[in-house]
């Protein structure tokens, strides 16, 4: 056991060292937030402080664990989340009213959810990173760091020993944290816009929490019945960007000296509404190519994922083995 514990310890330093390399590198070759100040290192370095902690706090769980497959698989989702970034971001940049459509948002969450929290983080953190180098946005730490924790955070399913019983917990856990948003939006509309400080309405992206809120409802009594899989990742991806989005809110009060009302109600809200409302729609057909690719592979390669998303009966630490 030490020494399996001590090989997922040297695998998570080398992906947060990765990362951080690439980061520089990127940095190097664009532009973004100044890296030489205080609160962006300060920022970078508390969160790789907290992803340590997380792992030490849980490092006997199997969800540690990477095979020579799961480095191929970052690499692709990684790549996929690159890409899909580059057409809806760069070149396509369709949306609805005010929702952009963004479907790379479910890319991190479903791998974190089916290969756990190292496939997840990597894919995200990295996948945003080079999505941003793609087309040109520049390298911003925080957004890049927020989107590994919304492919880690499902990836944590790997520590619950039932998941059909956690996500009556879990629903309610994102109700409440979805509705707390909504209602400081509700209470405090009107908030300096982060990039232009241009004071505007944000009462729509209130309401677009309340229909987030409203489907994560409707998982917990429908879909827990007809697919807990597509259930729990609604669940653990709203939770996940929840996490993610509110880190990149709550490091841009220092980073980039925004006020508290700007923070929360000027970027947290429309970011997470925007990513929840988009989960929602992409999710069923990203998690219906997931299990074609996986029925096409799995007689090829003798082995699936670490998850049959299709089998809810089958308890985290069984699917572990892959």
Same mark, same amino acid.
């Given at each position: 056991?030490?020494?399996?514990?001590?090989?997922?310890?040297?695998?998570?330093?080398?992906?947060?060292?990765?990362?951080?390399?690439?980061?520089?590198?990127?940095?190097?070759?664009?532009?973004?937030?100044?890296?030489?100040?205080?609160?962006?290192?300060?920022?970078?370095?508390?969160?790789?402080?907290?992803?340590?902690?997380?792992?030490?706090?849980?490092?006997?769980?199997?969800?540690?664990?990477?095979?020579?497959?799961?480095?191929?698989?970052?690499?692709? $989702?990684? !790549? &996929?989340?690159? %890409?899909? *970034?580059?057409?809806?971001?760069? /070149?396509?940049? +369709?949306?609805?009213?005010? #929702? =952009?459509?963004?479907?790379?948002?479910?890319?991190?969450?479903?791998?974190?959810?089916?290969?756990?929290?190292?496939?997840?983080?990597?894919?995200?953190?990295?996948?945003?990173?080079?999505?941003?180098?793609?087309?040109?946005?520049?390298?911003?730490?925080?957004?890049?760091?927020?989107?590994?924790?919304?492919?880690?955070?499902?990836?944590?399913?790997?520590?619950?020993?039932?998941?059909?019983?956690?996500?009556?917990?879990?629903?309610?856990?994102?109700?409440?944290?979805?509705?707390?948003?909504?209602?400081?939006?509700?209470?405090?509309?009107?908030?300096?816009?982060?990039?232009?400080?241009?004071?505007?309405?944000?009462?729509?992206? $209130?309401? !677009? &929490?309340?229909? %987030?809120? *409203?489907?994560?409802?409707?998982? /917990?009594?429908? +879909?827990?019945?007809?697919? #807990? =899989?597509?259930?729990?990742?609604?669940?653990?991806?709203?939770?996940?960007?929840?996490?993610?989005?509110?880190?990149?809110?709550?490091?841009?009060?220092?980073?980039?000296?925004?006020?508290?009302?700007?923070?929360?109600?000027?970027?947290?809200?429309?970011?997470?509404?925007?990513?929840?409302?988009?989960?929602?729609?992409?999710?069923?057909?990203?998690?219906?190519?997931?299990?074609?690719?996986?029925?096409?592979?799995?007689?090829?390669?003798?082995?699936?994922?670490?998850?049959?998303?299709?089998?809810?009966?089958?308890?985290?630490?069984?699917?572990?083995?892959?």
């Amino acid at each position: 056991m030490r020494r399996l514990i001590k090989n997922r310890t040297i695998t998570w330093l080398a992906t947060l060292l990765i990362f951080v390399v690439l980061l520089a590198l990127a940095h190097w070759l664009t532009e973004g937030e100044t890296f030489p100040g205080v609160a962006t290192v300060a920022v970078i370095a508390v969160a790789l402080a907290g992803l340590v902690g997380v792992y030490r706090a849980t490092a006997r769980s199997r969800g540690w664990r990477i095979r020579p497959r799961h480095v191929v698989i970052m690499a692709v $989702g990684a !790549a &996929l989340y690159a %890409g899909l *970034a580059y057409v809806f971001d760069a /070149r396509l940049a +369709l949306s609805v009213g005010q #929702v =952009a459509i963004r479907p790379m948002v479910c890319i991190p969450i479903l791998f974190g959810y089916a290969f756990g929290p190292v496939v997840g983080f990597f894919t995200g953190a990295v996948g945003a990173l080079l999505g941003d180098v793609f087309t040109a946005f520049g390298v911003f730490p925080a957004w890049t760091i927020g989107s590994g924790l919304s492919g880690l955070i499902p990836g944590l399913t790997t520590f619950l020993a039932e998941e059909r019983h956690n996500l009556a917990y879990l629903s309610t856990l994102v109700i409440l944290l979805v509705g707390i948003a909504a209602i400081i939006v509700f209470v405090h509309p009107l908030a300096p816009e982060p990039w232009t400080d241009e004071v505007k309405d944000f009462s729509f992206w $209130g309401w !677009a &929490l309340i229909i %987030g809120g *409203a489907v994560m409802v409707a998982n /917990r009594f429908l +879909l827990e019945q007809v697919s #807990v =899989a597509l259930a729990a990742v609604n669940l653990w991806g709203t939770l996940g960007i929840v996490v993610g989005v509110g880190f990149v809110s709550v490091a841009h009060i220092w980073i980039n000296e925004y006020t508290l009302i700007t923070s929360l109600v000027g970027e947290f809200a429309p970011a997470a509404a925007t990513d929840i409302l988009n989960l929602m729609i992409f999710t069923p057909l990203v998690l219906a190519s997931y299990n074609a690719i996986r029925e096409r592979v799995r007689p090829r390669i003798g082995g699936g994922a670490r998850r049959e998303l299709r089998d809810p009966s089958t308890a985290p630490s069984e699917r572990s083995e892959g």
